[in-house]
């Protein structure tokens, strides 16, 4: 999977990400892009706004920490868009992921499981748990 930072939504410096497997965290700056599994962690000031190749949209809030990943359903088409789906292991904070046309993202949380289609936000704390509500467009 490839995104890009399309917006910083906090303070400079107060978010951050890497490719997974390569290990060293950058500031999220607007224009930068990475391929492969991601992780997003943000500050107390922190945000960013990550665009998926599919165009999905996902916004990483204040205090979170989240891993993205496109995981392909089924053997039949490995090149078929349809057959990828998106998930969000959601450790910490608040996000709100905006799926593509005819994307379901799914978004699991320490005690949740969430299937978004639709603008959902996705909050995860330890003493509150998870909580989400579908959101505007």
């Known amino acids: 999977m490839s995104a890009r930072v399309e917006a910083l939504l906090g303070s400079p410096g107060e978010a951050e990400w890497r490719v997974a497997a390569d290990g060293g965290w950058t500031p999220l700056s607007a224009g930068q892009s990475a391929e492969g599994v991601i992780e997003v962690r943000t500050g107390l000031w922190g945000g960013g706004r990550i665009v998926l190749s599919d165009g999905t949209t996902l916004d990483a809030l204040r205090l979170s920490r989240a891993t993205i990943r496109t995981l392909r359903v089924g053997d039949d088409a490995p090149n078929d868009p349809a057959a990828r789906r998106v998930v969000v292991n959601l450790r910490r904070g608040k996000i709100v ?41």
């Open 97 to 137: 992921v905006r799926p593509a046309q005819g994307t379901r993202v799914t978004i699991v949380t320490p005690d949740w499981i969430v299937a978004a289609e639709e603008p959902t936000e996705v909050t995860h704390d330890a003493q509150r748990r998870t909580a989400y509500r579908v959101v505007g467009r």
